[in-house]
């Protein structure tokens, strides 16, 4: 294995500076934030919800709790300017926009001004995971059951391709993180984003964040993975067309790749995925797409939220689909 080639110097000047400025933005970003900063820094919480003035909600261990804090109307405001100057937006008064989207390292953030919020600006911060839960810490905290957690790992080391199934807030992404710590360092990665979350120590891994304001949408990501030579290929969230891509990959060539996407059960992961497939608008039929999803997909595996709790609590098989009797044949394991 040859060695790495050396960063050239201007380069890792540039990116050191770059680094500077963004921690630089961060700190005028919690500074403008001032009642409310101090929630940035606790890694208990997942969400910070700003409803309106005055009305501050976090998410912490699964429940949504409001917060005593005054966080008046001006502060909201100037924290969602600089927000927009920081990722190169416009928004509010200049703009026609009044609602932006920002990434930020670490953060993403929602926020929407008068007069669409109707109670006064709002803001959403999304705080990334501090660190990769293992599958083992699953277990221990009765997240996973032992028997669940050997299925996984065998899931793994045999490349089988899975969906990792739940609703908004049940632990998807974080899920998909402990599964990407099981995968064997020799392997290589492409993962897909719209916003850059999942965690990966590969040192073989290539991680794209789409924008489709520069022209990469989920569908573009897709395909140039397949291009990249990976072993698999996973993306953050299947929500649209690229999930006909995204079965394409994982069923010629890429087996073991693995994708999140929003259902209510295991077994309901199954219609969802058909109804993305065919807004790829590829002339399958419905049928023949069903029999795509069932030589694909091997394990749908269910985390879910409830009672301030998360647990993962149905892994289902793939075994096929039945044409006479229209149905998937799927096995509760």
């Known amino acids: 294995m040859g060695d790495a080639l050396p960063l050239p110097l201007t380069t890792a000047s540039q990116h050191q500076a770059r680094r500077s400025y963004t921690q630089d933005l961060l700190l005028q970003l919690r500074n403008t934030l001032g009642p409310i900063a101090h929630l940035l820094d606790d890694e208990s919480i997942s969400e910070i919800m700003v409803n309106a003035p005055n009305e501050v909600f976090v998410a912490r261990d699964g429940r949504k709790l409001r917060v005593d804090v005054e966080l008046r109307a001006p502060t909201i405001n100037a924290a969602i300017t600089l927000l927009a100057s920081m990722v190169d937006r416009e928004v509010g008064q200049k703009s026609n ?10 953060l993403r953030v929602e926020a929407i001004l008068p007069p669409v919020a109707v109670k006064g600006p709002s803001m959403c911060i999304r705080r990334h995971a501090g660190r990769v839960i293992s599958l083992d810490e699953y277990v221990t905290r009765g997240t996973i059951s032992e028997y669940y957690a050997s299925v996984l790992r065998d899931a793994i080391a045999n490349r089988e391709s899975l969906l990792v199934v739940g609703g908004t807030g ?53 395909r140039t993975a397949m291009r990249y ?86 892994i289902s098989r793939l075994r096929g689909y039945d044409r006479d009797r229209q149905r998937y044949l799927t096995e509760a394991l």
Request: with cysteine.
């Open 97 to 106: 926009r009044r609602v932006l989207s920002a990434r930020l390292p670490g």
């Open 170 to 222: 049940s632990g998807k992404t974080t899920l998909m993180n402990a599964l990407l710590a099981l995968l064997p360092e020799e392997e290589r990665l492409f993962v897909i984003e719209s916003v850059h979350e999942l965690r990966t120590s590969s040192p073989n891994a290539v991680l794209l964040e789409c924008d489709e304001d520069q022209g990469v949408t989920p569908r573009t990501a897709v």
């Open 229 to 314: 030579l990976p072993d698999r290929i996973i993306v953050g969230e299947l929500r649209g067309p690229e999930a006909h891509d995204w079965l394409d990959a994982a069923n010629t060539g890429h087996p073991g790749s693995a994708a999140t996407i929003h259902a209510n059960s295991a077994e309901r992961a199954l219609p969802r995925l058909e109804n993305l497939v065919l807004m790829a608008s590829t002339g399958m039929s419905h049928e023949a797409v069903k029999v795509y999803i069932a030589d694909t997909v091997n394990l749908m595996v269910y985390i879910e939220h409830r009672d301030g709790l998360r647990r993962l609590s149905q």
